[in-house]
């Protein structure tokens, strides 16, 4: 089946160590996403990635890195600088179009599919 | 696991009434918008989208309706079923293929 598989499904973190979260899909998809999600609030975009080899920060990417060394993965790296970790981290992919009136400037048109999450946490 | 809809807007609803989510979006220039649901510990599945071009489009149980001119969109839900207890997000199209969330709003379903 097409989709979006993030793993593992539960991570722990100890104190000024670095953790990587595994995205990868078989949809074919350019762009892939990463969102953290906290309690009782909507997804902050962390890192993107509009095709292979090319990523740019999103609105919360202090203590982050991502690589696309690949279209088919994303993997995001927790680094010890992100000192409240703490979250469930989704990842999501999309296809996307160039929109001509906009001096060829990608938009969106189409929706982006979820992986099930990864939940870190701090030990 | 912790519930992603914690302290949000509930809506609850009896089993078989309609269901109507509500939100609010913030830039006049968007011109895409897209309804999630998120069940406890899963990711947002996708449920319905429409473009600025109109002003309401269905899917199989559900309708969403775009108002433009108040910058506000709507999610209905027909006959209401257990299954579609979970968060609902909206999310409206940002430039560079980006899309911005809504919170979510809650929707419990009493049997």
């Known amino acids: 089946d097409g989709g979006i598989t993030q793993s593992p499904k539960y991570l722990f973190r100890k104190e000024g160590q670095n953790v990587t979260l595994s995205c990868e899909q078989n949809l074919n998809h350019d762009a892939m996403y990463w969102y953290r999600q906290d309690p009782g609030q909507g997804l902050r975009l962390i890192y993107y990635?509009?095709?292979?080899?090319?990523?740019q920060k999103g609105d919360i990417a202090e203590g982050y890195s991502v690589s696309r060394e690949k279209k088919e993965s994303f993997p995001l790296t927790v680094t010890s600088a992100q000192k409240n970790p703490t979250a469930f981290y989704l990842c999501a992919s999309s296809n996307w179009d160039w929109e001509p009136t906009r001096d060829r400037e990608p938009y969106s048109n189409q929706p982006q599919h979820f992986g099930d999450g990864t939940r870190l946490s701090i030990l | 696991g912790e519930s992603v809809g914690l302290h949000l807007p509930t809506l609850s609803v009896q089993e078989g009434d309609n269901s109507i989510i509500n939100c609010a979006y913030s830039n006049s220039a968007s011109d895409y918008f897209i309804w999630y649901k998120q069940e406890s510990g899963k990711g947002p599945q996708f449920i319905i989208d429409i473009r600025s071009n109109m002003d309401k489009r269905q899917g199989q149980r559900v309708t969403v309706l775009l108002n433009k001119t108040v910058k506000h969109l709507s999610l209905q839900i027909a006959a209401t079923q257990p299954g579609d207890s979970a968060v609902y997000f909206c999310?409206?199209?940002?430039?560079?293929?980006?899309?911005?969330f809504g919170k979510g709003n809650q929707v419990v379903v009493i049997p």
């Open positions: 999310a409206e199209s940002r430039g560079n293929n980006r899309l911005a």
């Open positions: 990635s509009q095709i292979v080899n090319d990523f």
